[in-house]
């Protein structure tokens, strides 16, 4: 398993976006490929397994007051239960680090909450819909 970093989404990153958002979860193509996919807008992370398919991807930039949103986290579905949720979320922590960071913000979907707070995240505020789904805004100090 490698991971590339890359300063615009991929058309492998976007292909993944695209068969969990829009396909398995109904997420509208238009509100899933945005502004943040251009070039120098955000980092993104995209893990490959040995036959150099992506797996799984997030992209992650910088808001005010040095607050990094990490956002777009998937993984394919091959892939789930294999620790690689962890080790993508880590990853981009890490990048993030080397970077100045010091606080991450995730919009996490709720059914993934659990998972996040086991990561060190902790919510804050009420749920809301993004994109037809139901959010809960999570933050971790780095």
């Avoid at 193509?29 to 799984?56: Q, T, W, Y």
Wanted: charged share 30%; with cysteine.
């Amino acid at each position: 398993m490698t991971y590339r970093i890359y300063d615009s989404a991929t058309d492998e990153s976007k292909a993944l976006r695209i068969e969990i958002f829009v396909k398995e979860q109904n997420v509208p193509l238009e509100l899933e490929i945005d502004e943040r996919d251009k070039p120098g807008m955000a980092k993104h992370l995209v893990f490959f397994d040995n036959s150099e398919r992506a797996v799984a991807t997030s992209r992650f930039y910088v808001e005010k007051n040095n607050l990094w949103h990490i956002g777009r986290i998937c993984v394919s579905k091959s892939a789930r239960g294999t620790g690689l949720g962890k080790r993508l979320l880590e990853t981009a922590e890490n990048e993030i680090k080397k970077l100045g960071g010091k606080k991450s913000y995730i919009s996490a979907q709720t059914q993934a909450q659990g998972f996040y707070e086991k990561m060190g995240y902790i919510p804050y505020g009420e749920t809301y819909l993004e994109d037809t789904i139901e959010h809960i805004a999570m933050y971790k100090d780095l």
